[in-house]
Structure formats: C-alpha cells, structure tokens
C-alpha cells in the first residue's frame, strides 16, 4: 500500500473531533487494506512501530531530527531550527521545508507503508560507534522520497508526537464496523453523525468478539489481522501469551464506603491498597519468568529479589499473577509510599545493590492465567482460592494481600484504620462474583481513601525560572485528556518539589527529565512531548476560560512522580467533571 493513503486518512481524521466519524473513516480505510498491511498500518494509526509492551525505542531526539531534515533537504541547519521556533512543530516545519526543498534532492520513488515502516523499525536497532550518521541518513531517505504532507506525519511518528485523537474504542469500534459490518447491518449517518443497527444482539456479539481477542493480546494489529484474515473464528482462537503482557485492570474511585458496596455489591472482599506498583508476574513452561508493570514495561533485570519470589513460592508451571510490589523500612517493617522505591524501576546498573537497599514485599492478589488455561471469565472469589492454594506466603518476601470479607461500613472502617496504620493508602474493594476486566475500570473494582483525591496529570508545557532557578524548569503546564484523548490543560504547577535532590523529587531531578521532550522554545517558555506523568493535590477545581479543559485547580501542588503510570492513565476531563459537581454540593 502507498503510504500517501494512510496520510489522506491522517488528513481526514484531523479534520473531525467527533469519535463516530473518526471511527467510520477509519472502518473504510480498513476494509481496503491487504492482509500484509494491516499490521503496520494499525501500528501506524497508534503511532508506533512497535507493540506498546515492547521497550524498544526509536531513539531519535529534536536535534537528530534537525540534522536530518537538513540532509534531506539541503537546508542549513540554522535556517531550519529558526523555522522550528517559529511554527513551534517539527513535523510543520519538515512539511514546509520539503515543498521549498532543493530540486537536485527530489526522487520519483513512491514511498509503501512497508518502506516508512521497515525504515523506522531499523532506527531502534543500530547501535555502536556511526549510529547517528545511519539514523541520519534513514530518516532522510524518507523525507528525500517523501511529499510534504508525508514528511509531516514521517516527522511526528519517530518523534512520537503522532496524535490523532484516536483512543482505543474508536479502533475496536473500527475493527467491528470493517469487517463484521455486513453481517450486523451497521449505518453512519454523518450528518447526525449517529449509527443505525438493524441487529444490536449480534453488534454486541462481534464487538465482545473484538474486545476480548484484544483482551488477551494487547495489541490492535493481531487483532485487526485476525479479523481480516479468519472473520470471527480467527478472535476466538487468538489465546492468552504467557511472557506478553496485557493490560490490568483499574479501578474506579469514590470517597464514600456506601457507594463503593453500591457499586461492587454486599459482601465484597476489601483488601488494603498498597502504596506501591502493579507487577504483573508471568512464568512459562521453560521456567522463565518475565515481570512487567502496569505500563507494560518489562523490569524483570531490575527486580531480580522478586524474579526468585515468584520461583520459588508460587505452584506452577505456568501463570500470570497480578500484584504489587511494595517497598519498606528495613528496620521497622514498615511499608513505605511509592516514592521511596520508584528509581528501581528505571535503574540499569548496581542492581543487587539498589535491591538491598530498596526491598521490596510482592503483594499478590489476582491470577488471570493458570496451567494453560485463561482465568479472565472467572469469578474473583475463585481467582483468590487459587491463589490461596498455589503461593507459600514469606512476610517481606511474598505474601497474599490483606482481604477480607464484609457487608458492614463499620467492619470496613476497622479494616481502612488498619490499612492507614500499616502504612497504606486505604482500600480496595472488590465484587466477588466478578471477571478480570484487562484495563478498564467498571465497578468490578474500587479504591477508597480518606484523604482528598489527587489527579494524575501529564506535563505538556514548562517555564525556566529566575535567579537560583534560572537552569531548572520550575512551573509545569499540566493536563488531563477530553474524550478525543488529546490533553487539555488545567492548570500550572510549581510547589511540591524539593531545591535539593537528596530531599525527595526535586526540580533538577524534574528538568532532568523534562529537557529531552521539549519540542520547542518560546523566550522561557517550552512545549514538552506529554510523556511525564505525575499526581497532583490541589484545595479545589474552579471553572476557568484560561485553559482548554474549562477548568483549573486552586494551588495545585506536585505529591509526587508517577512513573509507573502512562499518559493514556491520565485522569480524564469527565472525572475532573465528577469532581468539580461532587465539590459544589458538599
């Protein structure tokens, strides 16, 4: 396929924030794609190259970009930088430059989604001494190939600043209407912009078909494939795959105990919420264990005490565990906020020396995957019994998480003030009859806690500060995502970080960073790529015209990093909504 029809369909679904119409565009394109495309172009339309559970990276920074773009085109790399701080988008400035761009530097060859794919795919794989001169000249074979509007979107995909606002409905919706539409007897209207469908049973029949395979596989491309290739039998035979991870599940928040038994129902198990991060554990019939976290990234070398947990005291040979991994005080045995243990998830070296230093407690309290066979569609209470069997527990090592079983609030106000005592940030409660729904928050799970509830923002925007501050980014603009997924500011940010790094999360430690996103400068302000994410307290949510979300916090103030969360966790506008609704009637 020529890679300038995926760009008409990135042209066409930038021209629409209406999720319906991405959602049929998007169904149209698919039905004409071959079977051999169709992987690439899924990955594309995520703009990635590669399955978000992969940790290689394209490794390609702003200024790598620059000197590309001047080898593609001729241009000094001085004159293009300055258009770069002009239209503040590398990807404008590349679509500018390459219809301006020197005669001599013009090919005929037509660029294939295979080619762009193929091409950037090989940036994250060279390595050793010459790797800048060859991604170098990678990238510039595309953009000497490529017309300007290609060169746009080739730009913003290594960049990894792609944003379509296609969230992860609108791609199983597309899949469903692409290739099940003739047997659900679907109909877009774009003037109502609003679907007909003649048989609602059997669209919920192929939509489920659709969101389960993508349950088990994480992975739209497999999915889209499988649809394409084998129609309805192709989903059902696609399996869960140990060493692969999949997304967990989340759960919804509230701040009373009445509501949380509303939602979960009576008796529920409650167990305490730990301060720590998800670990999904997975181990396969070789024996080999692979431990991932909840943004899929996989952290088996950096957490080797856990790797022999796991070995040797869960039953099995084969499984896939969902736990958190807590850290604690080595002298008193008390856990620890999540702070104190975050840096192991990004460390590379001194290994055995951090373990010792940071110890971590595996918490266990789900199983999706047992002995080859798939446990999503089973009820919790028997997922727990499982787990019951199979794990010798080991205080500070491996242990189940603190359940128990309630119908009474006050039984659940015992238990919270034992959780908060221990250390903890309160509870969880959970229906006992319920599956494990992968990534999505449906009332099968709640958190409950005492204190006010923060938001967990990403920082898309930056400011250099003054006097002692002059080299440190020090005030962040700071977003949730609107139901387009594409982040709309709410405020900005610049208490709750430390002047001196031995004393928590500082503000060197934050432009460390923050300096390889910037996208662009304007005097001290910078656009920064969203991929930061952090938990934000605040004393209360006003309505605002300032900000694109309509509303902003009063003095927001940063509680803490949340590296193991990814951007699409970000708290949405529609819970900024609850909130703001919940705060006016107390």
Same mark, same amino acid.
């Not at 959970?430 to 005492?450: D, E, H, Q, T």
């Given at each position: ?12 679904l930038n021209k629409t924030t209406k999720r ?157 209407? #692409?290739?099940?539409?003739? $047997?659900?007897?679907? +109909? =877009?209207?774009?003037?109502? /912009?609003?679907? *007909?469908?003649?048989? %609602? ?123 958190? #991994?807590?850290?604690?005080? $080595?002298?008193?045995? +008390? =856990?620890?906020?999540?702070? /104190?243990?975050? *840096?192991?998830?990004? %460390? ?38 499982l787990l019951e069997k199979i794990i010798k ?194």
């Amino acid at each position: 396929m020529e890679y300038s029809k995926l760009v008409e369909l990135y042209e066409q679904l930038n021209k629409t924030t209406k999720r319906l119409e991405k959602t049929h565009i998007i169904s149209e394109f698919l039905k004409d794609v071959g079977v051999d495309d169709i992987e690439h172009v899924m990955l594309l339309l995520e703009g990635r190259v590669f399955p978000n559970y992969d940790s290689r990276e394209i490794g390609v920074a702003s200024r790598l970009m620059l000197k590309s773009l001047s080898v593609a085109t001729g241009i000094g790399v001085d004159k293009i930088e300055n258009e770069w701080k002009r239209q503040g988008d590398l990807g404008l400035v590349a679509e500018t430059l390459v219809k301006t761009k020197k005669q001599a530097t013009l090919h005929s060859t037509k660029l294939t989604v295979k080619k762009v794919f193929d091409n950037i795919r090989k940036l994250a794989e060279l390595e050793g001494e010459g790797t800048v001169e060859r991604k170098t000249q990678l990238i510039a074979e595309l953009l000497t190939s490529a017309k300007p509007v290609e060169s746009k979107y080739i730009v913003k995909t290594i960049l990894g600043e792609m944003r379509i606002g296609v969230g992860g409905g609108a791609m199983r919706d597309a899949i469903t209407w #692409a290739f099940f539409g003739s $047997k659900i007897g679907i +109909k =877009y209207t774009k003037e109502e /912009n609003d679907i *007909q469908v003649e048989d %609602r049973e059997v669209y919920n029949k192929y939509l489920d078909a659709v969101q389960s395979a993508y349950d088990v596989t994480n992975e739209f491309a497999l999915v889209a494939k499988a649809a394409k290739s084998k129609g309805l039998e192709g989903l059902e035979n696609i399996g869960m795959k140990v060493g692969v991870p999949i997304k967990v599940m989340l759960a919804l928040k509230v701040d009373a105990i009445e509501e949380a038994f509303e939602t979960v129902g009576k008796p529920a198990a409650i167990e305490f919420k730990y301060d720590g991060f998800r670990i999904q554990g997975h181990k396969d019939e070789k024996g080999d264990i692979k431990l991932f976290t909840r943004r899929l990234e996989d952290v088996t070398k950096q957490f080797p005490d856990v790797v022999e947990f796991v070995k040797k005291n869960v039953k099995g040979k084969s499984f896939i565990i969902d736990s958190e #991994a807590v850290g604690y005080d $080595k002298k008193t045995g +008390k =856990y620890l906020p999540f702070q /104190n243990i975050s *840096q192991r998830i990004k %460390r590379k070296y001194d290994i055995d020396k951090i373990s010792h230093d940071f110890p971590v407690e595996l918490n266990v309290f789900d199983i999706i995957y047992y002995e080859g066979k798939n446990l999503i569609n089973e009820e919790f209470e028997k997922r727990r019994k499982l787990l019951e069997k199979i794990i010798k527990q080991e205080t500070k090592k491996i242990v189940l998480s603190k359940s128990k079983k309630v119908s009474e609030k006050k039984d659940v106000e015992k238990f919270f003030k034992e959780a908060v005592d221990s250390g903890n940030e309160g509870l969880m409660f959970k229906a006992l009859n319920a599956p494990y729904k992968p990534g999505a928050r449906v009332g099968y799970m709640i958190k409950f806690k005492s204190m006010m509830e923060t938001l967990d923002l990403v920082i898309v925007g930056a400011e250099w500060g003054e006097g002692k501050r002059s080299k440190w980014l020090s005030s962040y603009t700071i977003a949730c995502l609107d139901e387009n997924n594409d982040f709309v500011g709410i405020g900005k940010a610049s208490t709750g970080l430390k002047e001196k790094e031995e004393e928590g999360l500082s503000f060197v430690e934050m432009t460390r960073l923050l300096k390889p996103l910037i996208i662009s400068e304007k005097g001290k302000e910078v656009r920064i790529k969203p991929k930061i994410v952090i938990e934000v307290g605040y004393d209360e949510i006003q309505k605002s015209p300032t900000y694109e979300s309509g509303f902003a916090l009063r003095f927001p103030r940063i509680e803490k990093l949340r590296d193991d969360k990814g951007t699409d966790e970000a708290s949405t506008l529609d819970y900024v909504k609850k909130l703001y609704n919940g705060q006016k009637k107390s």
